[in-house]
């Protein structure tokens, strides 16, 4: 069946580390992933997209590579800021006919100045 | 900028109180959803629309209910309010086609008591 399995959290660390959370997913097909962020009290937002096998997707210093032959889509960031803090959300969208995107239990990340 | 809003943001209600949360989306997309997220931010799908007239039950049973008259618009309600319907509600559509991504709402914050 269709899963997505992320590093569970909560991430804490200071302004300017490495940040990288962990995704993996199952899935039948060839699906479209996601990265969605959400900050406190707010819906999620897109953060990143990759629709296919190698493609790279980023956005706002974020990027995540579609690895089909580890069925992996890590996010990484070089230097992490304060304003980063929120909840990260890996998924998947398998397609054809099920238009239901997969969600992982999401991550929350707390960047201390 | 997402086009779908949710209202109210914010609700604090009796319990045995019938409630509607609004859900509404200028994009046209045909593909709505409802998801409830628990206190530790992992989202359960609870109901889902693929058009006007065709309402599917999601993933996590709800004692909610939901209906889509119009393309636009995808309420949900509960019929008599209970202290375990207390959560976090998030609205979201998808524009359709198999790699398109969802746009969420700012979510609802129901509280019973």
Partial sequence: GNSVTQMEGPVTLSEEAFLTINCTYTATGYPSLFWYVQYPGEGLQLLLKATKADDKGSNKGFEATYRKETTSFHLEKGSVQVSDSAVYFCAHNSGGSNYKLTFGKGTLLTVNP | ?113
């Avoid at chain 2, 889902?48 to 993933?59: A, F, L, P, R």
């Avoid at chain 2, 949900?76 to 207390?86: C, D, F, K, Q, Y």
């Avoid at chain 2, 976090?88 to 509280?111: D, H, K, N, P, V």
Wanted: with cysteine.
């Fill in chain 2, 1 to 113: 900028e997402a086009d779908i809003y949710q209202t109210p943001r914010y609700l604090v209600i009796g319990t045995g109180k019938k409630i509607t949360l609004e859900c509404s989306q200028t994009m046209g997309h045909d593909k709505m959803y409802w998801y409830q997220q628990d206190p530790g931010m992992e989202l359960h799908l609870i109901h889902y629309s693929y058009g006007v007239n065709s309402t599917e039950k999601g993933d996590l049973s709800s004692e909610s209910t939901v209906s889509r008259i119009r393309t636009e618009h995808f309420p949900l309600t509960l019929e008599s309010a209970r202290p375990s319907h207390t959560s976090q509600y998030l609205c979201a559509s998808i524009a359709g086609g198999s790699y398109t991504e969802a746009f969420f709402g700012q979510g609802t914050r129901l509280t019973v008591v």
